[in-house]
């Protein structure tokens, strides 16, 4: 009896054991059917989402909008042209005289490449030298100022260098050309510097395009003096540039 009871109680566990087998099996199967896709197409959708949901968070929240209600709100800005013209004025100083000191050397009788090229780059260290005394400068003298004072030595230095015949002169009187030169460029970036910062991005690329144009416009208008009177007639004009921007 006793074995027959332990038989009876096993059939009865592997019964149990069959039933869930046969549930488990039922499960797998109804989920299998109610899914409407698979795994590797359900993560689909979260990789497009994701994405789309980023580029919405950095998107503006007013839309067009309230992009057209800020630009119409925004005041029209002007730019102030006396300082693009300024610009132009200060780019005949800087830029044209060494185009013409080669051929002033010429005329003086100096022709050695070599020796001409050495006495221009003098005048640009001695440009450099006193740019870097700027911040000096600025202590004891306002803008317009050290402004007139630069202009004043640059327009000295290219009268001495016109009028100069010999080569140890043309040197000194292109070194004192040199110094107004240096100090001539910060003033305007000073000047800049003080356009209100709405107007300043425009008024600066404009002034310093302008500035650029006035090599090639500037040549246009001296290239008559100077094949009538001489490169040192074209300084001549330059220095009388510098004078008339001080008045």
Do not use: C, W
Request: proline content about 6%.
């Amino acid at each position: 009896e006793d074995r027959r009871a332990e038989q009876q109680a096993h059939e009865r566990h592997q019964h149990d054991l069959d039933q869930r087998q046969q549930q488990q099996d039922a499960g797998q199967l109804a989920d299998i059917k109610g899914r409407p896709i698979g795994r590797r197409q359900q993560q689909r959708p979260q990789r497009v989402v994701v994405p789309f949901a980023l580029i919405a968070t950095r998107m503006p929240t007013g839309g067009v909008t309230d992009t057209a209600h800020r630009t119409a709100d925004t005041p029209r800005i002007s730019i102030p042209f006396r300082l693009p013209s300024l610009g132009f004025l200060v780019g005949v100083i800087l830029y044209l005289p060494a185009i013409y000191f080669p051929f002033h050397f010429r005329e003086a009788g100096i022709e050695d490449p070599q020796r001409i090229s050495l006495y221009i780059v003098l005048h640009v260290i001695a440009g450099a030298a006193s740019a870097s005394l700027y911040g000096r400068v600025r202590v004891r003298l306002d803008i317009y100022q050290s402004l007139a004072l630069a202009l004043g030595i640059a327009a000295v230095g290219l009268g001495l260098t016109s009028l100069s015949s010999d080569a140890v002169a043309i040197v000194i009187a292109m070194v004192v050309f040199g110094v107004g030169l240096g100090l001539i460029a910060p003033n305007l970036f000073a000047l800049l510097a003080q356009v209100p910062e709405q107007q300043r991005p425009r008024t600066v690329g404009l002034t310093q395009g302008i500035r650029y144009l006035a090599p090639p416009v500037g040549v246009l208008l001296l290239e008559p003096i100077a094949r009538a009177a001489g490169a040192d007639a074209a300084i001549m004009t330059i220095a009388a540039v510098g004078i008339l921007m001080i008045i």
